[in-house]
């Protein structure tokens, strides 16, 4: 019987016990690191390269006329004229898609303001990026009253300087950029903005 070994039976199964363990967290921590939820999101979904520092640039058009457009409704209709939708009122333009999370997180907000303002600021949600279908299930998912329109190429995105994504834009009576904001907007500095618009 020389030459035979006869294994630890104790040391092999404790090698495949360290093992698998070390399997399961390896296939854990692939599963964690795709798996982004809404709730852990980035606040903006950048659309341009960022700089080297990794911050997001944002063109500042404040203090400039907006651009005049025109867009295509989501309830169907022929295109309107932005400056004849807000008839002379503040405005708010709030650039949203299905595919983004800050976006649809903050849709909610927005109707509750409208809820709120929508006698004295014109609001307008503009879909960019995404079919007409992908638009509306998103205007019903989230609630949405207000106008909606939609921007399928980002033309209308480009003209305010738009760089990621939700962008929010607010216009004074007379027409001029209040301020431009990048990224997910909190429903208390949304409330400041319009404020702002009405005083």
Request: proline residues 7%.
């Amino acid at each position: 019987m020389a030459g035979k070994r006869v294994g630890n039976p104790l040391g092999v199964a404790l090698v495949a016990t360290v093992l698998a363990g070390l399997l399961t967290a390896l296939v854990l921590s692939l599963v964690l690191e795709d798996d982004e939820t809404p709730e852990t999101a980035p606040a903006v979904l950048t659309l341009a390269p960022a700089p080297g520092d990794g911050t997001v640039p944002q063109t500042d058009l404040a203090g400039q006329a907006a651009p005049g457009f025109s867009y295509e409704p989501l309830d169907g209709g022929d295109e309107v004229d932005f400056d004849s939708f807000r008839a002379g009122q503040p405005a708010v333009i709030n650039f949203f898609a299905q595919w983004c999370a800050p976006c649809v997180r903050e849709m909610p907000d927005f109707e509750a303001a409208f809820g709120d303002y929508g006698d004295a600021v014109a609001f307008l949600g503009l879909s960019y990026n995404e079919s007409a279908a992908d638009a509306r299930a998103l205007v019903d998912q989230t609630g949405v009253t207000y106008a909606t329109g939609r921007d399928p190429a980002g033309d209308i995105l480009a003209r305010f300087g738009g760089i990621g994504m939700p962008t929010t834009v607010f216009i004074t009576a007379d027409g001029t950029i209040a301020t431009t904001h990048t990224g997910a907007i909190a429903p208390a500095e949304l409330r400041d903005e319009l404020d702002g618009l009405l005083g």
